[in-house]
């Protein structure tokens, strides 16, 4: 039997994947798009619970069973938290300390309040999800907000005679050692981890990573490969590609309004190559070394500035970190350089057939977890073979490098001589670089990722997790 006929699965998020608004009294709820929503509607057949935090404040325990009684439409489960707490965890700790070192950024301040508030809330998911867990069940636990779950999930099961899987999925790199070592809290934050039965990573290279760190750290024992053994647990670990439905975009593509959209958009930028950006406001996307490469490339070839634009969108995030409001300060854009920036978001069908009519996009993470808008591109470039320009640090080149134009993003002069090149390839080398991403992106979509995690997780099940990781 598959996983998706034998088990009950429950996934845990920090935010639910739900938007809930208050409407004429009540509370109603709306599913939200994103990467592991499509993942887990791939698993036709699998009964789930999704567990997380609703995103808002409620305190009135009638509310509360409003709110609750809204979301079991959507097989999602709240977990309440009061605003402070959420503050702290999710920007305090989350965003402000953990998320810029596994991101290999320096100079990050330690706080033990964020860091009691990251402990409390993975506690409160702990006490809530245990009671609701039934022995037998899948339990999967999503990034690097909820470390500290699975040991202490895991404790609670236990306690309460509960036998249960639980893979952890982490959806940012994993850095070396000495970054994760200016971590004070970084053995807790592992040994929390290790409670796994699985623990999933995008690349090899985050994948390794952590299980040095593990044997360096730890003392744990890692000498079979992808197997961690440690307090007398063996542990899984894998590298699992994560992608996106491709099929979305070729059916959006399609649809009348885009096509007309296109079509508007191609006449507007007639005679025009178009270089299309699409980023969160994020420091480890790199945006000003792309504005600045951009420049630069401009620069090099005076002749090209008036017949290349770059279209930057940068969807606003965490706007209410202090270093992310300075970040938007800096993206000043130089007088007289050809350049559409856009601090908003964009509606998908906005986005599909700006993807289309683009003859390149630029990407230049200084470290990325994979970076889908690279998969995104190239879902939508059936017609026109669009190049893909790749900073080597977005986790996405270490497996799309032959089919793209990979650089460094800190070194302005590769930066342009990688735009350059890209707007003067070959048409059959364009062609055939566009095919090797297609096969890929096509290859690895986002429910071949969440099948594949859940039937390795499933094997975890019983006798055989005992004995090995196969």
């Known amino acids: 039997m598959s996983v998706d006929e034998q088990r009950r699965l429950i996934v845990v998020s920090n935010r639910l994947p739900v938007s809930v608004k208050r409407v004429d009294g009540g509370y109603q709820s709306s599913i939200s798009s994103g990467g592991l929503v499509t993942a887990l509607s791939g698993l036709k057949s699998t009964k789930f619970q999704w567990f997380g935090w609703p995103g808002i404040e409620v305190k009135d325990t009638a509310d509360r069973e409003q709110v609750s009684q809204s979301l079991e439409e959507h097989s999602a489960c709240p977990i309440f938290l009061n605003s402070d707490l959420a503050h702290e965890h999710y920007n305090g700790f989350s965003n402000r300390i953990l998320w810029p070192i596994l991101h290999y950024q320096s100079g990050v301040t330690f706080d033990d309040g964020p860091w009691q508030a990251y402990r409390r809330v993975n506690e409160l998911f702990a006490d809530q999800i245990a009671n609701a867990a039934d022995s037998g069940n899948l339990i999967w636990i999503h990034d690097y907000h909820l470390m500290l779950l699975p040991g202490l999930l895991r404790s609670r099961l236990e306690q309460q005679g509960k036998s249960c899987a639980i893979g952890f ?33 995008h690349t090899d290279e985050y994948k390794q990573n952590f299980i040095d760190t593990c044997s360096n750290l730890l003392g744990a024992h890692t000498e079979i ?66 504005l600045k490469g951009f420049d630069s490339f401009l620069d ?59 003859d390149a996009c630029l990407l230049t993470s200084t470290r ?47 930066m342009s001589e990688a735009i350059f090149k890209a707007l003067n390839l070959d048409p059959a080398e364009r062609k055939r670089k566009f095919e090797q ?34």
């Open 169 to 201: 999925s982490l959806h940012t790199p994993f850095p070396a050692g000495d970054f994760w070592r200016a971590l004070p809290v970084r053995k807790q934050l592992i040994d929390g981890l290790l409670a796994s039965d699985l623990i999933g990573f």
């Open 368 to 414: 990325d977890g994979m970076n889908l808008v690279s998969f995104e591109y190239v879902a939508c470039q059936e017609k026109r073979n669009g190049v893909l320009i790749l900073s080597e640090f977005a986790g996405a080149a270490s497996f799309m490098r032959e089919g793209s134009i990979c650089f460094h993003p800190a070194n302005k002069t590769e």
């Open 300 to 358: 090099d070839h005076p002749e090209l500035r008036n017949k290349v634009v770059l279209i930057q969108v940068a969807v606003p995030s965490r706007e209410d970190v202090k270093e992310y409001q300075e970040l938007e300060t800096e993206l000043t854009t130089p007088d007289g350089t050809p350049l559409l920036y856009m601090h908003r978001s964009v509606p998908f069908n906005e986005l599909a057939a700006l993807y289309a009519i683009a």
């Open 225 to 290: 490969p992808n197997q961690i053994q440690y307090k007398n647990r063996l542990v899984c670990i894998g590298k699992f590609i994560v992608g996106i439905d491709p099929q979305k975009f070729t059916d959006t593509l399609k649809a009348p309004e885009v096509v007309e959209r296109i079509k508007t958009l191609e006449e507007r930028y007639k005679g025009m190559t178009v270089i299309v950006g699409v980023d969160r406001l994020d420091h480890i996307k790199g945006l000003t070394q792309k």
């Open 437 to 470: 991403l297609r096969e890929f992106v096509h290859k690895y979509t986002s429910s071949q990722w969440g099948q594949t995690f859940l039937e390795k997780l499933n094997a975890r099940v019983g006798d055989k997790a005992t004995r090995n990781c196969a």
